[in-house]
Structures are given as structure tokens and as C-alpha cells.
């Protein structure tokens, strides 16, 4: 791993409303190193998707410093992809379309890249299909493409599986891992589900229930490929590892418990 890609320094972003004033994140410091995969977890209005809006450049209304590469973020651009839970794609557009969007397919360079990036995401014989005719999976992997054709130096991804049938979701992590392999793009991927966070990660960011305060970052430490069926995911961890448990929004190494049980004291 590489440099330091994103550095957040005492972070903190309040909405003023009709209703008062909500803290949706305080007092956040990360750094996340170039070729990174970060996933944030926490429960549901804890403060995810505005940190990811933030460093999207979506938000700008905040105090303190978010610098992408030592630049402020101060705008969306192409350099920072954006993975939404729904795809977003143009229904009127085919596959290939979708993932050029304003680049024109008739430029080789662009043909050749989109090409690839249908083989990436395993999208091969489905070039001409609309998205109406993909499944759930197979669009989100449209917009993964589509992201990656602009070659952000970060992708951000807001439980971009959570609308996906736990079977899919599956899939889609390994995918997901695989196109990290090969493209070596920073990654922050929020989710409320602990496994896939642990699955998928390097680091865990875990923010604590409102106001959005991170509470710890736990470095994984398992070489990928990973199998979900591993002892150290169930807790049973064989001699000499220690599995992660995250007790009340604490984590912990031990051999007790598991992460099942775990998951629960992050339910809200
Ligand atoms: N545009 C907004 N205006 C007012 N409050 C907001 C707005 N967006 C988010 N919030 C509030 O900020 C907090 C964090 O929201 P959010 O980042 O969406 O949480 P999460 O993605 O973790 O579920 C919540 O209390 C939410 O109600
Ligand atoms: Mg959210």
C-alpha cells in the first residue's frame, strides 16, 4: 500500500434544520492509504453516508479538513466515484452506453477500455442488453464499471449491496475483491452488516450511534483470498489467531463468541 490518498482531519458536520440542529459527524480523524479497502460500519443515522458525500466533494458545509492527495476536496468530480445502493443507470441506454455515458464508444481507446471493464465485471454478452433486463447484481456491476472507466483515485461505495438477495450479495463481494485486485483502487465501502465489512476490508472504521464519532478502527489482518467459512469468522479461530468481535461497538480479539452474536449489539 501506498501514500496516504485521503486524510480527515477533526472533521465535523452539523445540519441545521426547522427542527433544531442534528451532529451528524464529530471530531473525525482518518487517513486512508492509496489501494486501501476501508469499510465503514455503524447503525443506521449514524453519520455514513454524509462522511461519504463529504469526501465525494457532495457536501462541502462542514468544519475541518478532508483533503483527497493533498488537495481539499471542494467538488464532485470524476477522480471520485460514487456507488449508490440503487444503480442509477439510464434505463433508455444499453449496458456498454451506461458504462460510457458521455465518452463516445467510437473512440478505440475508450472502445478497448470499456471492453475490458465488461470482462472485469463479468458483464461479457450483455454489452447490447438495457437495464431492465439485468438483474440486480449484474446492473450494480454496470455502475461499477462505469465508475472505474473514469479511473477515480478513490471509489466510494454506500451499501452498494443492500438491496442485493443474500446470494447475490455474496457474489458481488467476491466480484467486488477481484476488481480491487486487479485495478488496485482506494475503497470505502459503508455498510450496516459486520461479516461483509470484516469480508471485504483491510481496516473496520466503526462509527459510534448518533452523533457519528468513530468509535475504532480494526485493522483485519487476514491475507485474501478470504473464505467465509474460515474458523476466525465464526469465532472458533484455530491455535495461534485470534478471531475480531466487536462487543457494544467495541472490538475485541478473543476466542469466545462469535460474530453472529456480535452483529447484534450493532443492530439498532
Ligand atoms: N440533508 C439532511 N438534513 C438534515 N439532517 C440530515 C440530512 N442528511 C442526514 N441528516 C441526518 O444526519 C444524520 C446522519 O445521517 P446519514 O449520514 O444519512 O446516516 P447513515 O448513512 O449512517 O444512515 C441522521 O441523523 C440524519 O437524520
Ligand atoms: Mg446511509
Not at 201 to 230: Q, T
Request: net charge positive; aromatic share 6%; glycine share 8%.
Amino acid at each position: 500500500m501506498g501514500d496516504i490518498s485521503l486524510k480527515i482531519e477533526h472533521l465535523n458536520k452539523q445540519f441545521v434544520g426547522a427542527k433544531g440542529t442534528v451532529t451528524a459527524l464529530r471530531n473525525v480523524d482518518l487517513d486512508v492509504r492509496e489501494g486501501e479497502f476501508l469499510t465503514v460500519i455503524g447503525p443506521s443515522g449514524c453519520g455514513k453516508s454524509t462522511l461519504l458525500r463529504i469526501v465525494a466533494g457532495l457536501d462541502t458545509q462542514y468544519s475541518g479538513s478532508v483533503r483527497l492527495n493533498g488537495e481539499p476536496i471542494v467538488k464532485p468530480g470524476i477522480d471520485k466515484g460514487f456507488i449508490f445502493q440503487e444503480h442509477r443507470l439510464f434505463p433508455w441506454l444499453t449496458v456498454e452506453k451506461n458504462i460510457a455515458s458521455d465518452l463516445s464508444l467510437n473512440d478505440k481507446e475508450i472502445r478497448r477500455k470499456v471492453d475490458a471493464l465488461i470482462e472485469l465485471v463479468r458483464l461479457k454478452g450483455f454489452e447490447k442488453a438495457y437495464p431492465r433486463e439485468l438483474s440486480g447484481g449484474m446492473a450494480q456491476r454496470v455502475s461499477i464499471a462505469r465508475a472505474l472507466l473514469r479511473q477515480p483515485r478513490i471509489l466510494l461505495l454506500d451499501e452498494p449491496f443492500g438491496a442485493l438477495d443474500a446470494f447475490t450479495r455474496a457474489h458481488m463481494q467476491e466480484v467486488l475483491l477481484e476488481i480491487w485486485r486487479n485495478n488496485k483502487t482506494t475503497m470505502i465501502f459503508v455498510t450496516h452488516d459486520i461479516d461483509e465489512a470484516i469480508f471485504l476490508a483491510d481496516r473496520v472504521v466503526i462509527l459510534k450511534p448518533r452523533p457519528g464519532e468513530i468509535s475504532a478502527i480494526v485493522p483485519v489482518g487476514l491475507a485474501h483470498p478470504r473464505k467465509k467459512s474460515e474458523p476466525r469468522f465464526s469465532g472458533a479461530s484455530p491455535e495461534g489467531t485470534q478471531p475480531i468481535r466487536i462487543r457494544r461497538g467495541i472490538p475485541v480479539r478473543g476466542r469466545r463468541g462469535n460474530l453472529a452474536n456480535d452483529k447484534k449489539s450493532l443492530a439498532t
